[in-house]
């Protein structure tokens, strides 16, 4: 009897390229599985179809969960996705033949609750990297395996007891295998040559930089002869009911290019393209980082962060407490990058363990491996 695996996807298309690269491997390594990818949008069913055409050969079924009355209900929400509870409770019944799910988001334990289902294994694959603490978490005692991008998040979940000899594996990072094989140039945004920085706030109202410095940020750079800017926060800063500084003066500003959520702004188009970061708290930091080079963090909350683990990416480049610094750290941060090579290195490689191995085929035979020693007739 064939095992039924599914990837369940309530949340936003960015989730797909944390773990489906682990579906799409398992389904040509083992052909005795079932793996089912489910979503509750359209963009992240276009996304994982995408992503399956690198592929070749694999086995999954991509499936679109109707949402008609939750579109009704998503633009009075200002959501951009159909609220992730309410589609979990609604179709709770098309996980409960399931023997393993496995999500980037432990939220999809609820359907453990609603079905009363003991039975169906949960895998959580890590997405992202960074240092915040909402990844962890008490209901991760329900996990009964873990996929660790690397040594540091290992360390938190060791240290809090959820961790034994075999219930995680290291997997890296599978966005790496595949985010870049479609991207935009550099040319198509910006024809000169200047260098270009990334402003890649975080969501949150109460971390983001964001409601605080992004008109003086946007201003700083509409003015500039020396820059190019991308502004590209985190998805979900689009939709939040907090209001935002109005974009419509910056659109035909030449040296600005905005994205609040294309592809090109969560498959490291931008990451990989910028000369210089500035942000957060977002983890994209640690993608950008798979090549080191001068980032700028911003303290508008004046955070007490030199000793708080939260924050050790801001030990990666200089951090400003005042708006009025932004000018001349954006300009020593190019001549004082070497002083931070190093620790960019070493944080890089304690966030992600990276093999010669692509990380999807390395989640997929550590999920081959579980189910060996938890089903006994696979």
Not at 97 to 124: C, E, P
Not at 200 to 220: A, K, M, V
Not at 312 to 323: A, C, E, F, T, Y
Request: glycine share 4%; proline share 5%; hydrophobic share 35%.
């Amino acid at each position: 009897m064939k095992l039924k695996i599914c990837f369940p996807y309530f949340f936003h298309a960015y989730h797909a390229y944390h773990s489906a690269p682990i579906g799409f491997e398992l389904s040509r390594l083992d052909p005795d599985l079932e793996i089912k990818f489910i979503t509750t949008t359209k963009n992240t069913y276009d996304l994982l179809n995408k992503i399956g055409s690198y592929y070749k050969n694999h086995r999954c079924s991509v499936h679109l969960l109707p949402s008609k009355f939750y579109d009704y209900y998503q633009r009075f929400s200002y959501s951009q996705i159909p609220s992730p509870k309410r589609m979990i409770k609604r179709y709770a019944k098309q996980f409960k033949q399931m023997d393993v799910i496995i999500d980037t988001n432990f939220l999809s334990l609820r359907l453990k609750q609603l079905n009363h289902n003991n039975v169906t294994k949960y895998i959580l694959a890590y997405h992202g990297a960074g240092d915040r603490n909402r990844e962890f978490s008490k209901h991760l005692k329900r996990i009964d395996f873990f996929l660790l991008c690397g040594p540091k998040r290992f360390r938190k979940l060791n240290d809090m007891g959820y961790l034994d000899r075999e219930n995680w594996a290291y997997f890296g990072y599978p966005k790496f295998d595949i985010a870049q094989k479609e991207t935009i140039t550099r040319s198509e945004l910006f024809n000169n040559q200047k260098p270009i920085v990334l402003y890649n706030p975080h969501f949150e109202p109460h971390l983001t930089s964001w409601f605080d410095w992004g008109g003086n940020i946007l201003d700083y750079f509409a003015l500039s002869e020396q820059y190019n800017l991308i502004f590209a926060p985190h998805v979900e800063l689009k939709g939040r009911s907090n209001p935002r500084l109005s974009l419509n003066k910056y659109a035909k500003t030449p040296n600005i290019h905005i994205d609040f959520g294309s592809h090109s702004s969560i498959d490291m188009t931008y990451t990989k393209m910028a000369d210089l970061y500035i942000g957060d708290v977002s983890s994209q930091i640690v993608e950008y980082l798979v090549h080191p080079r001068p980032c700028v963090f911003l303290n508008n909350n004046k955070i007490s962060w030199k000793e708080n683990s939260h924050y050790l990416h801001w030990k990666l480049g200089p951090v400003i407490d005042q708006i009025s610094q932004l000018d001349n750290t954006i300009k020593d941060s190019f001549r004082s990058h070497k002083q931070f090579y190093s620790t960019q290195i070493e944080y890089f490689n304690d966030s992600i363990q990276l093999t010669d191995t692509p990380s999807g085929i390395r989640g997929a035979q550590s999920v081959i491996n579980f189910l060996k020693r938890t089903f006994h007739d696979h």
